[in-house]
């Protein structure tokens, strides 16, 4: 396995409920506490700055005609490539070419510290599992005839004290599909240094050619060996996330399998947790979604009709992973709260109205053109008179994103503990062992103990079950509340706070 040198610095790890019996084939994680830490002010989750979106803004300034195989695409992929080196990262250019032409993978490969795990014998062993983290840096400029609206396409300006209205010049330049994807793929990246070693490997993928039927997503599945492929426990995608009204985590098509779906979707939901825990809303205004759509429609073309929920109607490089039967969480921006398939897009925003709400692909996808319409001033988020919290969308959603991204791989894998988690383990056993020998040595002893771990791996397999009730639901924040309720109407997790 060819892995990228790299050492990672700092960080922590969690941990979870750990079962007496040492089976683990449904081991389900807690909340976890962020290790940026609310007890400091100071201190928020994910506080990372305008790093991503500073990177996102240059990315579609300097290369705004990025299709597959194009020079503007080999520029693009050059200046990411240079950026994970000025991570002090070792970034492995994978080349490939398809009928189009020559594109380009720039991949990371970090190895984690392993998972231990037991065979049937209880014989222990370390196992390696393996998170995606990627995206495409790649777009598709619109061919059409740039639509220019009068009442959205204009700028405020003050001559001799006199407000005027005069137009702006705007142009494509991708930076919602895909500039902020890869600018949250490396916020992800500086995140993760700061941590100590995880249990996963971990890969970071920046895909050339996502535009041309994934195929930069398709060339590097198909460069993992046979034993790296069913080592992957999920894949993190991340795709157009600055435009749309709302952000929405998904899982993949392969997840309204029923006999699947708790298999599928249990990254996803951990996803969530993570949002949850770490106070999101109350630093930045950020929230995440389920698809709040109850229509039904057939989604996997098995004939039968599906709620479009947990699902994104949008694809992206994920799909590769999804087909191979790998968990998927795919994040993107988007507005879901319509009856119909037809009347879905991305916004409802009266100012991003000149393709129908639709931004992907479009001439609205243009830096100048969101951020005059999207960025607030700063402000005052908690009320204590100092400024606290930025105004800029594009900013809170990369990362914020990366954030949850880096913090899920903390709540470990189905096949096995951390090393952390399997020390604790061993402590536990060793403490029961003691106090059943010292019980054993006092025949007048009548108290009865019960062991910590007594039971955990049943109690804790079940609360996880219960938990896939959660797809019903629309919100991180809501999640923990409902997730015994199938008929009430989806909303955002903040709404129902409020409520």
């Not at 500073?54 to 693009?76: I, M, N, Q, T, V």
């Not at 998927?328 to 398939?341: A, H, I, L, R």
């Not at 994103?401 to 604790?424: C, N, P």
Request: charge should be negative; hydrophobic fraction near 30%.
């Amino acid at each position: 396995m060819n892995f990228n040198t790299r050492s990672v610095k700092g960080g922590k790890l969690i941990s979870l409920a750990l079962t007496a019996a040492f089976i683990l084939s449904s081991m389900s994680s807690v909340l976890l506490t962020s290790c940026k830490s609310n007890n400091n002010k100071n201190l928020k989750p994910a506080d990372y700055g305008s790093y991503g979106s500073d990177f996102a803004r240059k990315l579609a300034a300097d290369f705004p005609d990025r299709k597959p195989y194009s020079e503007g695409e080999k520029s693009a992929g050059e200046a990411v490539k240079d950026e994970m080196i000025k991570l002090k990262y070792e970034p492995v250019v994978q080349s490939f070419t398809s009928k189009g032409g020559s594109s380009a993978n720039y991949v990371v490969k970090i190895p984690g510290t392993g998972f231990y795990d037991a065979d049937s014998y209880g014989n222990v062993s370390v196992k390696h599992r393996i998170a995606i983290i990627g995206a495409h840096y790649d777009n598709l400029p619109p061919t059409d005839k740039k639509v220019t609206s009068a009442k959205t396409a204009t700028k405020a300006t003050t001559k001799d004290g006199v407000k005027e209205t005069t137009p702006l010049e705007y142009s494509y330049d991708g930076i919602s599909d895909n500039a902020s994807g890869t600018a949250c793929l490396l916020t992800a990246m500086k995140a993760f240094s700061e941590y100590p070693a995880f249990a996963y490997d971990v890969y970071f993928v920046a895909f050339g050619a996502g535009n041309d039927n994934y195929a930069g997503a398709r060339e590097f599945y198909k460069s993992l060996s046979q034993e790296e492929q069913s080592q992957i426990d999920v894949m993190y995608c991340m795709e157009s996330l600055y435009a749309g009204d709302k952000v929405y985590a998904s899982a993949g098509y392969q997840s309204l399998n029923s006999q699947n779906k708790y298999k599928m979707r249990r990254k996803l939901y951990q996803a969530y947790d993570v949002c949850f825990a770490n106070t999101l809303f109350t630093n930045y205004g950020f929230d995440l979604y389920y698809n709040e759509s109850g229509v039904k429609v057939d989604l996997n073309g098995d004939e039968k009709e599906d709620i479009y929920n947990e699902v994104s109607a949008n694809k992206s490089d994920y799909i590769v992973f999804d087909e191979a039967g790998i968990p998927v969480v795919f994040f993107d921006s988007f507005e879901y709260n319509f009856t119909k398939m037809d009347d879905m897009k991305e916004t409802k925003n009266l100012n991003l109205q000149n393709y129908g709400g639709i931004i992907r692909r479009t001439h609205d996808d243009s830096t100048a053109f969101l951020d005059s319409v999207l960025i607030e001033p700063d402000y005052d988020r908690n009320g204590d008179g100092e400024i606290d919290c930025s105004g800029d969308r594009l900013q809170i959603r990369i990362n914020a994103i990366a954030f949850i991204i880096v913090e899920a791989l903390l709540k470990g894998s189905d096949y096995g503990m951390t090393k952390e988690q399997y020390d604790e383990y061993l402590q536990k056993k060793a403490k029961e062992a003691a106090l059943a020998s010292s019980e054993a040595s006092d025949p007048t002893n009548q108290t009865t103990s019960v062991p910590a771990t007594a039971g955990t791996s049943e109690t804790v397999t079940e609360t996880a079950e219960a938990t896939t009730t959660a797809e019903t639901t629309t919100s991180a924040t809501t999640k923990k509340k409902t997730t015994t309720t199938t008929t009430k109407k989806k909303t955002s997790a903040t709404t129902k706070k409020k409520k």
